[in-house]
């Protein structure tokens, strides 16, 4: 069984930076993309960043875009979020994901993923 498990959640000032793990197992995830995607209390889930584990390929939303940086350490089976200029419009539960079958430009598509872990707060205070 695929386990994603997030860590690294917690409370930022507006500007200030955090770093979000992902520890995966239960598979070779050589050939999946793995997502990372945030949520607000009554909204949809709303894609983040991506990243293709065998090429290394990355997409990002552009609200995101030059201040969040994915990136996975293969030894560890392990994804992170590097989050900063942090803005409290980032606060949401962000989860990490998993979709088979990757390989090129990673999928930004919720409905893709199969595989999600249970979540951390991120809280922005501005």
């Known amino acids: 069984q695929v386990q994603l498990v997030e860590s690294g959640g917690g409370l930022a000032q507006a500007g200030g930076s955090l770093r979000l793990s992902c520890a995966a197992s239960g598979r070779t995830f050589s050939r999946y993309d793995m997502g990372w995607f945030r949520q607000a209390p009554g909204k949809e889930r709303e894609f983040v960043a991506a990243?293709?584990?065998?090429?290394?390929?990355?997409r990002y939303a552009d609200s995101v875009k030059g201040r969040f940086t994915i990136s996975r350490d293969i030894a560890k089976n392990t994804v992170y979020l590097q989050m900063n200029s942090l803005k409290p419009e980032d606060t949401d539960v962000y989860s990490c994901?998993?979709?088979?079958?990757?390989?090129?430009?990673?999928?930004?598509?919720?409905?893709?993923?199969?595989?999600w872990g249970q979540g951390t707060q991120v809280t922005v205070s501005s």
């Open positions: 990243i293709s584990w065998s090429s290394g390929n990355t």
């Open positions: 994901a998993a979709r088979a079958n990757g390989g090129g430009i990673p999928s930004s598509w919720v409905s893709e993923y199969v595989y």
